[in-house]
C-alpha cells in the first residue's frame, strides 16, 4: 500500500492546505492535547540522566498525514524524546507506567530495528550515511523483507536475485526523485553534507515507512538544498506520510509544518499551528527567557524592591516546578 | 576499523549541487575496482610460484635452497590451514568489523574436537562434527554477553577465552582426555584420514619442480591436495555469502551498525550468524592444521592468532583472495627472510637460531608498516577506507 504513496506519488486527502487547516481547527492548543486521528500516542516517558531529567513528556498524540514539528531551544530533550521513541533508548521511567504506541501497536518494550519495522522510521541529527559503500548498497540496505539477507537462502542467487531486481528498479527511482542518481556507484563518503541527508532520507524512504522521523534534516545544509529538502519533505506528507521532525530553527518550521510541538527543558510547553505557537508567551519564554524585553542596563532595575521581585518570581517558579516533579 | 584510517578533508559541507567532481579517480592504481582485483591476484600469484618454481630447479646454491623452502611452506597443509582460519577471521573484521582476538581458540576447539573424538574411538566424520560444534557453541556463549556491547569488548573477551581454553587443554588433570601439555600424537587421530587417500604409494615431484614428498603419507600430496581443496570451497562459499544481500548487510554493520538498526534489521542476530560462521570456518582450518603434525595446545596461541591477523592485513580485508594470498605470501616472505639473512649475515653477528627469531621480528614491523602505509593490504580497495566515519 504505502509501496504505492512512497514511490509513485498519488497525492493523498490532506494535499489541500485548507484541509489540513479544517482538520486541525477544532484540536485544543494545549500542550498534550488529542488529536482526530493520533498515529502515534505517547504516555508518560521520562528519561533522567543522573539527577537531571532529560525528557518528562506526560502526553503526546501525533497526527496522521501531516507535517509535525518538535521544536525547541537546544538542550530541550527533542533529540532524546526521538531516541526513547524509536527504541535507540530506555525511558526511566519505563517500569513506572511509560507506554507508546504507534498505528495502535504497543511499542513500550520493542527494540529499534522493530520500531522501524513497525513503519516509523527514523533519520539521524549527525548523519549516518554508510561511507564506505555505494550509494545504491546504503540505498539497498534501505528496503524491508529481503529475502537474501537471510543466512541460509544468501547462497541461492535464484532465491533473491529478482527481488533484487525490483529493489533497485525503485532505489534508482527514489535516487532521481531526490538527484542522487548520476552518484549511484559514488561512495557515500564522497557525498557532501547536504547530499549525505538526501540519501539518509531517502534510504528511509526504501522501507516504505509510514511515518517518517527526520532529526534535524536542516542542519548544516546551505540554503538552496534546504529549500529542496523542504519540498521534498512536503511532497512526502502530500502523498500521505506522516512526518514528525526536530527542529530548532523556528523559520524553517513556520513554511512547512502543519502543526508545532514546542518543549523546553524536557517538557512540551505548547502545541498549536505554526503561526499561532510563535506568539504563545511559553514559547518566548522558552526561547528568548521571560525577562527578554527587560533592559539589563537599567539602573531601576538595581533598586531592591525590583531584585526582591525578581527573587519572588524565582522562587515561585521553583515551587512551582518542585511541586510538579514530587 | 578506527585504528586503520586515514583522515581525509572533508567534501566541503556547504556546497550542495553537483559539486565534487574529481574526489575520484576511477583508474586511481591504490584502489583497484572488484573486477580488477581478480586479475591482480591471480597475476601476483602466476609470478609468484614461476619465480619460486624456475629459481628453485635451476638457481644454483642458497638463492635455489631459499626459492625452494619458500616454495615448500606455500604449498604446505599448515598454510591452507592457517589461509581457512583467516578466510574466517576476514569475515569476523574484514566484512563485518568484529575484532576478534581469539581465532586460535577456534582453530583449537576444532582441532580438539576432531583429535579427542578419534583417540576415544569415535569415526572421524564425528570428529569433524564435534570440532565444528564445539566452535559454534563457544561463538554463541563469546556472542550472547559481548555482541550488544562495542567493538573492543570482544576483542577483550575472544583473546581471554582463547587463552583460557589453552590453559584448560593444557590441565595435567585432563591428561587422559586432552593429552595435557603434551597434546595428542598425530598418530592417535590421522589413520582414518590418510586411509582416505587414493593417491597410492610413493613418492611424488613432478619431474623435480617440486619437492619430493611421499603421495599419501603423513605429511605428503594427499594432505596437501584436500587441505587446498578445501581452502578453494571456502573461498567460493565466501564469495557467495558475501556477494548477497546477507553480505551487504554485514558491510553496513561494519560501518555503522545504528543506521542499521534504523532500517528495521536485527544487528544482533546477524552478528552472531557472522561470528558463528567464521568460527566455523577457524575450526576446520584447526582440524587442517593438526593432520601433518601433532595436536599441541601451545601451538595455537596467541601468536596464531597475531599471524592470523598479519596475514589477513596483508593480503588485504574484505576482499574473497585477500587471506589466502596473505598467508602464502606471509610464510613465504618468513621463509625468504630467515634464508637470506642467515646467508647474508655472517655468523659472528646473527647466527642460524637468531635468524629465525629475525624473521618473527621482521613480521611484528612488517604488520606495523602494513597498518601504517597500506591498511587496505594487497588486493584490498583503498576507496574502501578512505573514509573516517
Redesign the interface.
Known sequence: MSEQTAVTGTPGPLADPEARRALMADVSREPGSSKPDPILEVDHIIRNFGGMTAVHVEHLEVQRGIITALIGPNGAGKTTFFNLITGFDKPSSAKTGAHWSFEGNKLDKTSASSVALAGMVRTFQLTKSLNRMTVMDNMMLGARGQRGENLLTSMFKSTWGAQEKAIEAKAIELLHRFKLHTKKDDYAGSLSGGQRKLLEMARALMSDPTMIMLDEPMAGVNPALTQSLLGHIQTLRDEGMTVLFVEHDMHVVRHISDWVVVMAEGRIVAEGPADTVMSNPAVIDAYLGAHHDTDLGDDSLLSDEALEEMAAEVAAEKAEREGETA | MSTISESIPT??????????AG??DPNDPEGPPPERRVFLAVTIFVVYFAVVLILGKYAPGTVGTIARGMLRESISAQTAAVAIAIIGLNIHFGYTGLLNMGQAGFMMLGAYGFSISIWHGLPMVVGIVMGLLAAFVFALILGVPTLKLRGDYLAIVTISAAEILRYIGRLARLEDFTGAAQGIPGSQYREPFVGLSFFGNGTFDLGGWLPTLQSTGVNGWWVRFVAWLLVAICCV?VW??V???????L??I???E??????????FA?KM?ALI?GGLFGALGGIVYILPSSMQPDAMGRSLTFFCWTALLLGGAATVFGPVMGAVLFFALRIFIQGASDALVPNSIMNTAQTAQFAWICVGVALMLLVIFRPQGILGDK?????N?
Not at chain 2, 556477494?243 to 548487510?249: A, C, E, I, N, T
Not at chain 2, 576507496?383 to 573514509?387: A, G, H, K, T, V
Open positions: 567534501p566541503d559541507q556547504t556546497q550542495g549541487g553537483d559539486v565534487q574526489v575520484f562459499l557467495l555469502l556477494r548477497s544481500p546477507w553480505g551487504r548487510l558491510r553496513g561494519r560501518e555503522d545504528d543506521a542499521i538498526r534504523s532500517l528495521g534489521k536485527n544487528v546477524i550468524q560462521i576507496r574502501e577506507l578512505r573514509f566515519v
